[in-house]
């Protein structure tokens, strides 16, 4: 069992309470965000009670909008200003969302889940708009399907920045590696 959390680790778990309540969010909205169970959020939250995984810590500062770098070594006030500049241009990739929306699935699924819509990143909205059209994918497997994928892409590639910061790392290029041989056999032979 691991011993308690160090000062560091308290201090890092009360910039993001701070900057959690500052969002506006709940404890439940921010188990959501980051895909923590709800017990971790809550230790996390009051006052720091439990050490903080750097997966973890990664989690958070992505459901925050801020590189893991700066949650830990950037002052709270610092974050803070960044963090009300970030809410004001969040709401524009959403927006525009919404706007761009022309299937029927795409807005319905939008009304029922407006906390994962803003979530998306610009990229991803490109990605789901992309995918419209009569007949298209989103009408064939449906925009649930869909950004569930997206949703899973965005979790993997966390995990991979989380290991890809640890001892890890040649084992997960390795693999990587690997993998994108078998996706690309024919790069080498142009």
Same mark, same amino acid.
């Given at each position: ?15 993001? *309470? ?5 969002? @506006? ?5 921010? *188990?959501?965000?980051?895909? /923590?169970?709800?017990?971790? +959020? ?5 006052? @720091? ?6 997966? !973890?810590?990664?989690?958070? *500062?992505?459901? =925050? ?13 610092? =974050? ?21 929306? !022309?299937?029927?699935?795409?807005? *319905?699924? /939008? ?8 979530? /998306? ?6 990605? /789901? ?6 007949? @298209? ?9 869909? +950004?569930?994928?997206?949703?899973? #892409? ?10 890809? @910061? ?15 041989? #078998? ?8």
């Amino acid at each position: 069992m691991r011993g308690p959390p160090s000062p560091e680790q308290i201090e890092l778990a009360e910039k993001i *309470a701070r900057l959690v309540e500052e969002r @506006g969010w709940n404890q439940e909205d921010f *188990a959501r965000y980051t895909d /923590l169970n709800r017990q971790t +959020v809550r230790q996390i939250l009051l006052h @720091g009670r439990r050490r903080l995984r750097n997966a !973890t810590i990664c989690r958070c *500062a992505k459901a =925050l909008g801020l590189h893991v770098n700066d949650l830990r070594t950037q002052p709270l006030e610092r =974050l803070l200003s960044r963090i009300n500049g970030q809410a004001a241009a969040a709401d524009k990739p959403v927006r525009r969302l919404y706007e761009q929306a !022309t299937q029927p699935e795409l807005l *319905a699924w /939008l009304e029922r889940n407006p906390e994962r819509a803003a979530q /998306l990143t610009p990229a991803e909205i490109d990605e /789901l708009l992309s995918l419209q059209g009569t007949g @298209g994918p989103l009408t064939r497997h449906g925009v649930e399907h869909y +950004v569930t994928l997206i949703e899973r #892409k965005r979790r993997l590639i966390e995990q991979i920045q989380s290991i890809a @910061g640890t001892e890890f790392f040649e084992l997960l290029e390795k693999l990587v590696g690997l993998i994108h041989e #078998k996706v690309q056999p024919y790069a080498d032979r142009r």
